[in-house]
């Protein structure tokens, strides 16, 4: 599967967008980019995911380079819930989940 | 959404038994379901996938023998660690795949951990 890389860390102003990057230079055409959080203690939570076009949910929302080597999550408005761990993967065919370092953000009030 | 559980949330117990812990999808029919172990402050690492029905396909490095893990039926699925020693405490999470493939194939609804600890 495609290597993601993601910084890792980053602070937010509460109320301000989030804009999270992830670099997956490696991406083959049909590899999807996904995105999940952890919460402390807590199961990874599905956020959005993507191919080749920009998406947006009730979430976040993705922005995906035309070239497909890079990608943004962006949360529009972080409010202190939104601190967590938040992992860009690239899964494979075989629907297996690769979780990294993934990068830190902290909301701050 | 779609809900998974996992019982029990927290669990210790004495170095040499065993201990079983279930992974429930509530409102959905999962056929795969994954396995993940995460270590303080490390990232989730899968041990294996269960496929109901089969046998589960272990990760490189993840004894078969000491993992039992069993999916029976299309809502269960069960993580026996055989024989626990303190090194196999972690925090255990399962994951179901999404029942909407199409959707979204490559998602997976997570249980909310189970905490084990070895004395």
């Known amino acids: 599967d495609a290597k993601t890389t993601q910084p890792p860390s980053m602070d937010c102003a509460e109320g301000r967008a989030a804009n999270l990057p992830c670099n997956h230079s490696?991406?083959?055409?049909?590899?999807?980019v996904y995105w999940y959080r952890q919460i402390h203690s807590q199961g990874p939570q599905y956020i959005i995911h993507g191919l080749k076009n920009n998406e947006t949910n009730e979430m976040a929302s993705l922005i995906i380079t035309e070239d497909r080597k890079s990608s943004t999550l962006i949360l529009p408005h972080a409010t202190l819930r939104d601190t967590a761990v938040y992992y860009c993967?690239?899964?494979?065919?075989?629907?297996?989940?690769?979780f990294g370092a993934g990068t830190t953000v902290t909301v701050r009030a | 959404g779609a809900v998974v559980s996992q019982h029990p949330s927290r669990v210790i117990c004495k170095s040499g038994t065993s201990v079983k812990i279930e992974c429930r999808s509530l409102?959905?029919?999962?056929?795969?379901m994954f396995w993940y172990r995460q270590f303080p402050k490390q990232s989730l690492m899968l041990m294996a996938t269960s496929n109901e029905g089969s046998k589960a396909t272990y990760e490189q490095g993840v004894e078969k023998d000491k993992f039992l893990i069993n999916h029976a039926s299309l809502t269960l699925s069960t993580l026996t660690v055989t024989s626990a020693h303190p090194e196999d405490s972690s925090f255990y999470i399962c994951?179901?795949?999404?029942?909407?493939?199409?959707?979204?194939?490559?998602?997976?609804?997570f249980g909310p951990g189970t905490r084990l600890t070895v004395t």
């Open positions: 993967i690239a899964p494979p065919n075989d629907y297996k989940l690769s």
């Open positions: 409102d959905f029919q999962a056929t795969t």
């Open positions: 490696t991406i083959s055409g049909n590899e999807y």
């Open positions: 994951s179901a795949k999404s029942p909407l493939p199409w959707e979204a194939p490559y998602e997976q609804y």
